[in-house]
């Protein structure tokens, strides 16, 4: 399978506990985003990797969240300290050199549902 | 006030009717407009790209429509089946030069019933 993939599907957790996320993206795709999508809502942009360089943080992001690319490959979400109000789907999508800047076209993981109690 | 507005919220048709999803934008400058279906649980797919100059674009059972000067677009779904029942959700590209500056309509949930 050459998609998008991410780990855990699914993770449940209590509160103040931390909990960490993986994404591989497309082998060959360079930029990498997370997103955070709560029930009945679109999906909210919340951080951006063009190889291993952070390039941007949605005011989403607070400092109990981090996030890691450290290879150019795969990256990390990090959450400290979870709140009962982190629970929501988190999503990655990747895309590539090949296309087109300002084009929009993500390629989305299956997402890994956290739930905290 | 969410700046990509999609209409209605949900939707249950049944299976073979037509149905149109509406998406009212504010943001600017407008780039391109991407209309994705997400499956429960799933992650979003990309069904069809509108630049600022195409006004219809189809594929296969879905038809998307764009008017820029009105900042709406809409999806047309034609002979509806079972496996379009999914979420549909909007997206507005701002500009040609930062992939990241897309915004997210909150998407109509289509249910199909037999």
């Known amino acids: 399978d050459t998609g998008v993939s991410q780990d855990p599907r699914h993770k449940i957790t209590k509160r103040g506990q931390n909990v960490t996320f993986r994404c591989d993206p497309i082998?060959?795709?360079?930029?990498l985003y997370w997103y955070r999508q709560t029930l009945g809502q679109g999906p909210e942009f919340l951080t951006y990797f063009q190889n291993e360089a952070q390039l941007e943080k949605s005011r989403l992001l607070s400092d109990r969240f981090s996030a890691e690319r450290p290879k150019g490959s795969f990256s990390t979400l990090e959450i400290q300290r979870t709140e009962q109000g982190d629970s929501a789907m988190y999503l990655c999508?990747?895309?590539?050199?090949?296309?087109?800047?300002?084009?929009?076209?993500?390629?989305f993981g299956e997402g890994s549902r956290l739930t905290v109690l | 006030k969410n700046q990509v507005e999609q209409s209605p919220q949900s939707l249950i048709i049944l299976e073979g009717k037509n149905c149109t999803l509406q998406?009212?934008?504010?943001?600017?400058?407008?780039?391109?407009l991407r209309w994705y279906k997400q499956d429960t649980g799933r992650g979003p797919v990309s069904l069809t790209i509108?630049?600022?100059?195409?006004n219809t674009k189809s594929n296969g059972r879905y038809t998307a429509t764009l008017d820029a000067d009105t900042k709406q677009s809409s999806l047309h779904i034609t002979a509806s089946q079972l496996s379009d029942s999914a979420s549909y959700i909007c997206?507005?590209?701002?500009?040609?030069?930062?992939?990241?500056?897309?915004?997210f309509g909150a998407g109509t949930r289509l249910t199909v019933k037999p």
């Open positions: 999508a990747s895309t590539g050199p090949g296309l087109a800047i300002g084009t929009g076209e993500l390629f």
């Open positions: 997206v507005v590209i701002l500009t040609l030069y930062n992939n990241n500056d897309m915004r």
């Open positions: 998406c009212n934008y504010t943001v600017s400058p407008f780039s391109n």
């Open positions: 509108m630049t600022f100059s195409e």
């Open positions: 082998s060959e795709h360079n930029r």
